[in-house]
């Protein structure tokens, strides 16, 4: 009979934590919708440029020159679209012009520095500036922007926010749908399931009659692509300036560490919490703007070091994957 009264307490305590829970965060969750409306630009350039997710989170491969990927597909967007007139086209030659160059870092450097952290380090900071001065060589250090189509230019009318930038709600739709695509490609797929084993063992997989090789290039092909995609959308929100590069690659690095490596949802909420830690600290804090992001980056390494979305398993496959 006295083992009843002491089932129920936690019951009862149980019955209480979802309502304290939506306590908490509803506000949370209030505030980020409101940030999302308000300052979703940068948000879309932190998520699109995490195609870093798959060669450094994932593969395990330090590609420091992921930012001027950004840089170069945003000029060879521009250059395009000045001379087609056309955005979509733009956006193609951005893709496509990271996705070759990321090809042949991956051919030429990256496949043979498997497991060198330091090796890959210096030689794609030492490729990053090439990169960069070669666009300022060729496209000059003016600012540079284009417009949007004209049939996502312009305003819709919302309940709350009355008159809201059309190409801005196509940003967020297009991270949502990104995200998922991505998710779904490494974990639904079967090219995905021999991304995950070739990270795991490389032998294993390539025993089995894969091209790891192939594979691989295949992978880092994409995520640069997704840094020239980045770069050509990024600029029509924004601009182009020279020096973006080195910004968007530490801002992307970032929301790997914070999010977890290798997690397309931890990605998201990294991104989310560093643009949100930006945005905020520039419009009420504005010379401590980028200390709230560090000091984001050292509570998740202190309390979470494998990421918000990380495993503890990713760290030991990463430590696995350069012997």
Known sequence: MSAVPALAAPRAARSWRPWIVAALWTPVVAFVVWALFFHNAKLFLLTTLNGITLVFGLMKN????????????????????????????????GFAAAALVGLVLQVAVFRH??????????????????????CLWVFGGEVHQF????????????????RYPTYRLLLLAISIVMGVLLWLFLQRTRVGMMIRAGVDDRGMLAASGVNVQLVFAVTF?????????????????LSITPGEDTRYLLASLMVVIIGGMGSIPGAAVGALLIALAEQYGVAYA???????????????LAFRPQGILGTAWSAGAAKAGRK
């Open 62 to 93: 330090v590609n420091l020159a992921h930012g001027s990927l950004y840089l170069l597909g945003a000029y060879i967007g521009y250059w395009v679209g000045d001379k087609s007139g056309s955005w979509l086209l733009a956006v193609a030659a």
């Open 113 to 134: 520095m498997q497991g060198e952290d330091l090796r890959q380090t210096l030689v794609t900071i030492g490729l990053s500036i090439i990169i960069a001065d070669i």
């Open 147 to 162: 417009d949007p189509p004209k049939i996502i230019y312009g305003g819709i009318d919302l309940p709350i926010v009355d």
């Open 221 to 237: 092909a994409i995520g640069a692509g997704l840094a020239g995609f980045g770069g050509v959308v990024g600029a029509t929100a």
């Open 286 to 300: 504005p010379t401590y703007g980028v200390v709230f992001q560090f000091l984001i980056l050292v509570l998740a």
